[in-house]
């Protein structure tokens, strides 16, 4: 939502049809929507701020990380957000597919497709200046709540005190990575 409001090019994609269509009615025109597989994605453009969220875990690792290049800058910022292999969450769903042989999406075949160790992220961009790595996401993203903006406000500030302890913090769901292209 906060985007809209940058005074710059923006290109947004997703796989799916129907959530560029929802997107659109949300936003304003600056934006420019594309319904394009990622992992065929040629792009013509170079970008200084790229931010994937929720799409290194369910595609190709190698064809993710090329993608990333050929869009990025040697000004390029770069957020990408992901799962972590170590997270409950992550751990129990791969063991729910692996037991029933069950890969339907209510069962998270696309979101658990596989998860991110740190040394697993240094060694894909290890061609970027690492600026950030960190684990997000205990009560907050584990427990699939539709709840009230109050209740998630409290869950958000209950996952900011737990994270600052170490080994609650290897568990987080998700694997916020922070980078910036070396120059090349």
Do not use: W
Not at 24 to 29: G, I, L, S
Not at 77 to 87: E, G, L
């Amino acid at each position: 939502k906060n985007i809209k409001n940058f005074d710059r090019y923006i290109l947004a994609v997703d796989i799916s049809n129907k959530l560029i269509q929802i997107a659109k009615k949300k936003h304003n025109k600056k934006i420019k929507f594309l319904v394009k597989d990622l992992e065929k994605f040629k792009v013509k453009k170079k970008f200084n701020n790229i931010i994937s969220i929720n799409v290194m875990h369910r595609v190709d690792t190698k064809n993710f990380e090329k993608l990333i290049n050929n869009c990025s800058n040697n000004k390029s910022k770069i957020i990408i957000v992901t799962m972590n292999i170590f997270s409950p969450q992550f751990i129990l769903i791969r063991l729910i597919q692996i037991i029933f042989g069950i890969f339907g999406y209510k069962f998270g075949a696309q979101v658990a497709k596989k998860g991110f160790s740190n040394n697993q992220i240094k060694k894909i961009f290890k061609n970027y200046k690492i600026i950030k790595i960190s684990n997000n996401g205990y009560l907050h993203n584990f427990l699939p709540l539709r709840c009230s903006k109050s209740l998630d406000q409290k869950l958000s500030k209950i996952d900011d005190l737990i994270s600052d302890i170490p080994i609650i913090n290897q568990l987080g769901v998700s694997k916020l990575i922070v980078l910036k292209k070396i120059n090349s």
